[in-house]
Nanobody
Framework: QVQLVESGGGLVQAGGSLRLSCAAS????????MGWYRQAPGKQREWVAR???????NYADSVKGRFTISRDNAKNLVYLQMNNLKPEDTAVYYC????????????????WGQGTQVTVSS
């Protein structure tokens, strides 16, 4: 099994910053893409950002220019730097590891973390 553990959430005022971290552990051969999703109360989970093993990144329009995703492939870590936070960014943020191989011959798997709460006050 592979475990994902997020950290770094909290309460911040609008305009402030937070940095989320996610550590993947277990038997891991490779992780093709790591990303962040979020779910606000009463809403569906939505994609926020993704970074591929080669370093290319994608962002949702709602966070483009404010959030930056990065990763440390050697340590299986992914970060989300969130700047200029807005009240509408309030949500539980989930880390995702996609197309995970536990060894060279294994099938691709997908894993989720437990989530970390981010609350932005106005």
């Amino acid at each position: 099994q592979v475990q994902l553990v997020e950290s770094g959430g909290g309460l911040v005022q609008a305009g402030g910053s937070l940095r989320l971290s996610c550590a993947a552990s277990g038997r891991i051969f490779s992780i093709n893409a790591m990303g962040w999703y979020r779910q606000a109360p009463g809403k569906q989970r939505e994609w926020v950002a993704r970074i591929f093993i080669g370093g290319s990144t994608n962002y949702a329009d709602s966070v483009k220019g404010r959030f930056t995703i990065s990763r440390d492939n050697a340590k299986n870590l992914v970060y989300l730097q969130m700047n200029n936070l807005k009240p509408e960014d309030t949500a539980v943020y989930y880390c995702n590891a996609d197309r995970v191989k536990r060894d060279y011959y294994s099938a691709y798997e997908n894993y989720w973390g437990q989530g970390t709460q981010v609350t932005v006050s106005s």
